[in-house]
């Protein structure tokens, strides 16, 4: 009987329902997504209805905020019509709502696999869709092909602001359903992310267009920058951008697969946004922190992203290993406090080429491994970014493996041609494309026609052909390799401290003989020294 019944209900199932299923499997998020659907469903109907599902997307906050410019009516409109919009674009309904297929397809149109265009023509309809609705159009047209999907129209420094906001928004709601802190209608603070709209900005004006960014403002550029041109600038700088969309609507889901019933979930104590957790005298605050991980996935991005949403303030800044401005600046203090660390680490370098620190710049170095007391370079793998005031990220070329450099004094042995002594990533041997001394008082950035390492690109605006000095006001390294790195890292400075305690050890034992000490010794040679002394075998 149990085996004639499960034939049954396996021939009920039709080829439409089972490619679905099957695609919603392959995301990993099938069980979760049919309890989702049980909570939301109407029994009688089996359909989820419009309402209910548009809520789902919804985002309510007590008070939104923004680093940079000033949050507006309109932009807080967004939020009540994102719900209405993902539910048009890509669920299909029926007088009943929304059935158990329809769902699963527009799961999987959301956030199955699919090549990295498609995904930003998704996020880019949602926004366009979005703002159209909240009254703040934009000027986007998709035109559709069998294949492909054209994007036509321009967008202002505004737009791309308000475009990245949501996407920020969109990885920190997530982050908090992660978390199981509850549904985020708390407080909300978006970070500084100017570094990425002037990134976008660079990228779309003409070469001629010369553009000062110490002191230009994103409300300041009266620019029109094509759609199609910030489409190619997010495939090439911030290839993970659209991710921020597919977890978000995931995270949304699969947040009702935790509920036991269906009733609204209670609010929750107000969880707000940590941007200003970090504190935002260190070089890596929330928004640098959040533009990196847009170049990342793995263990790697997990790590950099509990520096852009942090839960745990303590623990966050444990990860920060140096800081030239608390453990003192050169290569000896960089040395004590990294030695041993052997999981991914990120430098960050604030720099600047005149006196009145006027022209700051940030550039950082990711290296996937620890340093290494070396005198040529190394590394597997490892990517330069340029940090402020624009962003760029330029990734491991491929084509050589001169990641890593750091040379500390050599002990005990003589070189006729000592190696420069300092910290380098990039280039060759005397042509690095970023070289630190060894006081950590300037810094050398070479073209980028000296390293074949690292891929293309400026680590800082107008930078020339020549190599280019400057002062160094701040270095820091954080740590991205988790508890367990730090935790290696604490026992092998254990083991190195008992080592010099040792060492240090004086055995009084030996010396209680005045005829074996070695004073004794030593006023012999000086009132006889031509004594003739047999030595001791």
Sequence with gaps: MGQSSSTEQQQEVSPELREVQSLAASTGALPSLQKAFSLLSDPHTKSIPIHSLQKCFELTFESLESEQIAVSKEFLLLFSNLGST?????????????????????????????????????????????????????????????????????????????????????????????????????????????????????????????????????????????????????????????????????????????????????????????????????????????????????????????????????????????????????????????????????????????????????????????????????????SLYALSPVFHAMLSSGREKNFVYSHLHPTGRYDAHPKPVGIAFGGTSGNERIFMDED???????????????????LFPNQGYLPTEASILEVEVWGLGGKTAREIQASFQKREQLFTDQRRKVDLKTFANWEDSPEKMMMDMISNPNTVRREDR
């Excluded at 420094?157 to 920020?168: A, E």
């Excluded at 990342?296 to 444990?318: H, K, M, Q, W």
């Excluded at 950590?440 to 690109?457: C, L, Q």
């Design 440 to 458: 950590f008082a300037r810094v050398t950035v070479r073209h980028h026609a000296v390293d074949k390492t690292y891929h293309h690109g400026p």
């Design 86 to 382: 993902i539910v048009d674009l890509f669920f299909v309904a029926d007088k009943n709502g929304v059935n158990w297929v329809e769902f699963l397809r527009g799961y999987t149109k959301c956030c199955s696999r699919a090549v990295a265009s498609t995904l930003f023509n998704n996020l880019f309809r949602v926004f366009s869709v979005t703002c159209s609705k909240a009254g703040v159009p934009v000027d986007m047209q998709f035109e559709d092909y069998e294949d492909d999907c054209k994007i036509s129209g321009s967008l202002s420094p505004r737009d791309v602001h308000m475009l990245l906001s949501i996407c920020w928004i969109f990885s920190w709601d997530s982050r908090i359903l992660k978390l199981n802190l509850g549904k985020s209608e708390g407080k909300c603070n978006i970070p500084d992310i100017s570094h990425l709209v002037l990134s976008a900005v660079e990228s779309c004006v003409e070469d001629d267009h010369e553009l000062n960014f110490w002191d230009i403002g994103i409300l300041d550029l009266d620019i029109k920058l094509p759609a199609a041109k910030i489409h190619l600038w997010a495939l090439k700088t911030v290839p993970n951008l659209a991710d921020c969309f597919q977890q978000f609507v995931h995270a949304r889901l699969c947040y009702f697969s935790t509920r036991e019933d269906k009733s609204e979930p209670s609010s929750p104590s107000a969880h707000e946004s940590s941007s200003s957790a970090i504190s935002e005298t260190h070089l890596l605050t929330s928004g640098r922190a959040w533009a990196i991980s847009l170049t990342l996935r793995g263990p790697i991005y997990e790590e950099i992203s509990n520096a852009c949403f942090p839960s745990d303030v303590e623990e966050t800044n444990e990860n920060l290993i140096y800081r030239s401005s608390v453990h003192g600046k050169g290569l000896n203090r960089f040395w004590s406090n990294v030695e041993g660390y052997s999981g991914p680490l990120l430098v960050l370098i604030s720099a600047s080429e005149d006196k009145s620190n006027a022209r700051r710049w940030i550039i950082g170095a990711l290296t996937h491994q620890g340093f290494e007391n070396k005198d040529s370079f190394y590394g597997t793998s490892g």
